[in-house]
């Protein structure tokens, strides 16, 4: 099944929540800053993620936003940032 590049950000008021989420999306995050992280996830993993995550926020005062993006695209970067070369996908 292939992978999708995605940005997820979110804005989590529980800091117990808020570190349960954090580290669902580490496990798919290739890079990030602060609250907003760049993952590559399957259709799948990206519905489990949702599910999974729906169960933890109090949606009346927190916020997660996933965005597609095109892999069309090209990236730009400004100042220190620069594209991460590796490969984070690993089967054993």
């Known amino acids: 099944m292939p992978r999708h590049h995605y940005l997820i950000a979110y804005d989590i008021s529980n ?3 808020q570190r349960k ?3 669902r999306i ?3 995050s290739i890079g ?3 609250s907003f992280y760049e993952c590559w996830m ?3 993993e990206l519905e489990q993620f949702t599910r999974e995550t729906l169960l933890l926020i109090d949606p009346a005062r927190d916020k997660i936003d996933i965005f ?4 069309r695209c090209k990236p730009e970067f400004f ?3 620069h594209r991460i070369a590796c490969n984070p996908f690993v089967v054993i």
């Not at 597609?68 to 892999?71: G, K, R």
């Open 15 to 17: 800091v117990s929540v």
């Open 21 to 23: 989420i954090l580290r």
């Open 26 to 28: 580490k496990a798919f």
């Open 32 to 34: 990030g800053q602060k």
């Open 42 to 44: 399957t259709k799948n």
């Open 68 to 71: 597609q993006l095109d892999p």
């Open 79 to 81: 100042g220190l940032d």
